[in-house]
């Protein structure tokens, strides 16, 4: 097995922050390496990414597999790798990139949803209706929700696309559905790592401790006064001590004052205790030492929800919202409860993304101002927590139930080996499909043309192979190589002639004087192609060659 991944530091870099997306990329990468693939290409902006790559490969496996790298302007060698997977679904710029450098059948496409309610996500889904894309290339859908996302916006591209200019035939990538995974033995807890826990937490034998882990951001994940105000109700009613454990980091002081304001105005009789999420000993001490776990999820800002996932790998009972993929992982009844969601109907929000588009609101404040209209049944919460916290059985049993469906369906073993099944489905397509009216075409992206015939009528006339030239007099061979070197020129380093290049450019116009571009290109024995094009354009711009 082998296979090409586009590195990205938002996907796979850990070192500077761990969300759900980090996290999830890094969970990949272990799985794909525990699989022990031949070969892994790093595709990416630059070796010194490759090499960052390859130190995070290397770390998490003793015996790597083979590395190579290829630089994201030459995808054409993605056809060794036979597929490129990248870390979120804008898949759709990879193939105009595969168009401009290779065959349609060279190589598969395979991306995947993550937050999809950014302007960025939901461009990228909408691009993938008109970029060439075909049936052997795939959108992982992390959920049925998420699913429902992504067709949802394919489709009234598509039905624009009719109405606007009569379009019939709309190919699409496949969008199969995988869930996200977790690596169980990460959460694996001995009795006496629990009682460590507990004690450093100041848990009584008796007492019943509740966690929230993730974004600790009322706005951007949960909103905290449903599960407080359930807390609370459960509290009192049951006279024992229920600690809440919020495990994670605030965005700033002043969300962390008004989420600990409303902790004390709300649920004065549980004691609210804030576990730093940059600590890997909270991060032990806050899965060992919990009861329950809870995530009333509010916001569009997820699409899958890993940290019920890690809870029930954990052997904690879950109470989630009924909300995204939550639906997907937890089962009402059985691993946790799921608390009923109301959102405000089809039609109720055109005017916020009119503010989002407009920029008025930015992205915090549209996904805020959504969940602001979205509600978690408090009473429903309530009688979760109420079950839960009076019963140590039910805790346990539905902790196990969890635990056993996560070694089933989530493990990472597990569900790489839906990705490794999926790209073999899509080997087999590239070579067995039916032809496509388009894969031979050639038509370039039409918002990235080149821009030398883009705007082809902005100079007198372009070089071609008939366009005559001369050196310039009095200029030496010394002077023409060392105007590389000018401060002025150094932002135009990539496209620059090298001094080599220059030097045999300089020598065959001395030695022929007048000359057409075909005849200096046999003369300096260069490729007429884009760098030598590129090369005399310089020459003349820099004053050592002259039109003639």
């Given amino acids: 097995m082998q296979f090409a991944v586009t590195y990205a530091p938002a996907v796979f870099d850990t070192r500077t922050l761990m969300m759900g ?11 794909a390496l525990a699989a022990r693939p031949e070969r892994i290409w790093c595709h990416a902006t630059t070796m010194a990414q490759a090499r960052t790559f390859g130190e995070d490969v290397r770390a998490l496996a003793p015996e790597p597999p083979e590395l190579r790298f290829i630089a994201w302007d030459d995808p054409g060698k993605l056809a060794h790798a036979g597929l490129l997977y990248r870390g979120d679904p804008g898949i759709a710029g990879d193939a105009w990139m595969r168009r401009r450098h290779a065959r349609a059948r060279a190589y598969s496409l395979c991306g995947i949803t993550h937050t999809l309610s950014s302007q960025n996500a939901m461009t990228a889904l909408a691009n993938l209706v008109t970029a060439p894309l075909y049936p052997w290339d795939a959108v992982i859908c992390t959920s049925t929700a998420a699913r429902d996302v992504v067709r949802a916006i394919v489709e009234v591209q598509a039905e624009h696309l009719r109405e606007r ?62 599960m407080l105000l359930a807390l609370e109700a459960v509290a009192r009613a049951e006279g024992r001590r229920v600690h809440l454990l919020l495990f994670g980091r605030f965005p700033g002081e002043a969300v962390e004052k008004a989420y600990l304001d409303d902790a004390r105005r709300f649920a004065p009789s549980v ?54 993929g939550y639906k997907d992982t937890v089962r009402d009844g059985i691993d946790g409860f799921r608390v009923r969601t109301t959102a405000a109907p089809p039609g109720a929000g055109t005017d916020l993304v009119d503010r989002f588009d407009l920029n008025m609101d930015h992205y915090d404040g549209f996904i805020g101002n959504v969940a602001a209209c979205t509600a978690v049944d408090v009473s429903a919460a309530t009688d979760a927590f109420r079950r839960l916290v009076a019963d140590p059985a039910l805790r346990r049993r539905m902790g196990e139930a969890g635990r056993r469906r996560v070694a089933e369906r989530f493990d990472w073993t597990v569900v790489f080996g839906q990705y490794r099944a999926l790209w073999d489905d899509l080997a087999e397509r590239r070579r067995a499909d039916p032809r496509c009216p388009d894969e031979d075409a050639r038509t370039t992206r039409p918002d990235r043309p080149d821009p030398f015939a883009l705007f082809r009528s902005f100079p007198t006339a372009p070089l071609s192979q008939a366009t005559r030239l001369a050196l310039r007099p009095g200029v030496t061979r010394a002077e023409a190589v060392g105007r590389r070197g000018l401060l002025s020129l150094s932002y135009a380093d990539p496209v620059m002639p090298s001094p080599e290049a220059i030097g045999r450019l300089y020598d065959a116009a001395a030695a022929r004087g007048s000359l057409t571009v075909a005849e200096l290109a046999a003369a300096a024995d260069m490729r007429a192609a884009t760098d030598f094009f590129r090369a005399v354009a310089w020459l003349a711009k820099v004053g050592i060659l002259t039109f003639s």
């Fill in 165 to 226: 200019v009569g379009a019939t035939r709309v190919p699409l990538p496949q969008f199969p559905l995988i869930p996200l995974g977790v690596h169980p033995g990460d959460f694996a807890q001995s009795p006496a790592a629990r009682a460590e826990a507990r004690t450093a937490l100041g848990l009584e034998p008796d007492d019943v401790a509740v966690l929230f882990a993730g974004r600790l951001a009322f706005h951007g994940k949960a909103h905290p006064l449903p």
């Fill in 21 to 31: 997306r980090q996290s999830a990329g890094l969970g990949f990468l272990r799985a």
């Fill in 271 to 324: 004691r609210t205790l804030h576990l730093d999420g940059t600590s890997d000993t909270n991060r032990d001490r806050a899965w060992a030492g919990a009861d329950v776990f809870c995530s009333l999820s509010d916001n569009v800002q997820e699409t899958f929800g890993l940290t019920p996932v890690e809870a029930m790998a954990a052997g904690l009972p879950v109470v989630v919202s009924d909300w995204d």
